[in-house]
């Protein structure tokens, strides 16, 4: 029903001419995709996650330490003849050590910063699914406007057929009562085309923002918009489907792993992170060689304080992901019943639409023959055009219902 009333209103609209390119709801979504400033920003988080991750793998640098110590030539032991830096006179200190990360830190550092990244995957698809919507949004925002700018295009070029074939039917001068009424009809008119046109002006201004793109743009009447059916599906299975694909409660899953994960990390931590190594110590010209090891012992602060705190933000993300899982549980019921009664409502509707052309034209008919009151096609004027506007009002809430599920179902890729 519905690509025959798109296609009848490309027809009826007579816009399917235009300097600027007719765009689709799913060109707009691909334009917005690659183009907005704001997702742009976003997918750069991408290339800093994987440098965070990298940066996790790297292996502590070793630590280097010199030390020279120099015999003063008033000591007694101080060899006479030789030169201050002569071996016999100084000591030399070379130290070659490292720290060692045990009971797995560097493992669960590394851990952490891929689940971080995953994360950040997460965030950046789900502003992504933001912009979408918004998107989606202001081009039915706009595709409304235009819909109202031709009605009324439509409505006056009646208006003004009926009055020619009136004249022509010599069926008797109008009164200036009646005259000035349909002069009235008619401005009234005029001024709903150019209040629409400014609307749909300004909303085309904000959907170029959103798609990122310099070019005027034109949104395209023929657009049937469904792409995708909930016929044969159930309230359950839309709400299994969008715990599934959103990337919200995707992110908030990881976030639970990655707080549990930062537990393990911290009690890591609580054994404190040794320092060994090699020396090279030649003293007055004898040479000497040992080991060095150093460990810091936990008798005050083995970490407590952070693992408590570790717990606590565990607890917490865990309370966030039951709290969005309900939330999503609720708004795709309450968006399915929008979407459903809508749909209804928009049906109701066309039905009306066939009756209010058939009065119209009647009612026309019977007017030029003198049969009916001049009033009566003024009345019925009116009553075919707040038919029209209310079915295209309800057709487009219908539209953002379909849209608005789409978006709670991580849908709106599909439009593309």
Known sequence: MFRTLIFLLCLFSGLCQGQSPALS????????????LFLKQEQIRRSIGAVDLKKSKLYQNPIFNLQYLQLLPSSS?????????????SQDWFQFTKRFQVFGQRTSRISLAKLSTSIVESEVQEATREVLFLVAMK???AWQALVAKNLAIKAADYLDVFMTQYDSAKAGPMKKDEKLRFD???????????QAE?????????????????QEIEVDLKDTLERVSFENMTLDSLVNLALTNRKDVKSLQEG??????????QRSLAIPQPEGGFIWNPQNAIPYVGIYFTQPLPFF?????????????A??????????LREVRAQVVSAFSNYSQKKTLVKRFYHNLADSDRLLKMIREESIKGKDPIVDIWEAEQTWFQTYTLYYDAFVDYRKSYISLLYQLNLLDEVQ
């Open 25 to 36: 709801l799913s060109e707009a979504l691909h334009n917005a995709k690659q183009h907005n």
């Open 77 to 89: 032991q101080y060899s006479q003849g030789k030169s201050p830096l002569h071996p016999y006179n």
């Open 139 to 141: 081009w039915t925002d």
């Open 184 to 194: 009235i009809l008619d401005d009234h008119y005029d001024l709903q085309e150019s």
């Open 198 to 214: 400014i609307e749909y002006s300004a909303i085309l201004q904000e959907l170029k923002l959103l798609m990122g793109t310099p």
């Open 256 to 265: 639970l792993l990655q707080a549990n994960q930062n537990i393990v990390y």
């Open 301 to 313: 602060d083995r970490n407590h304080t952070e693992v408590q705190r570790a717990k606590l933000m």
């Open 315 to 324: 607890n917490s993300s865990e309370l966030a992901l039951e709290a969005s």
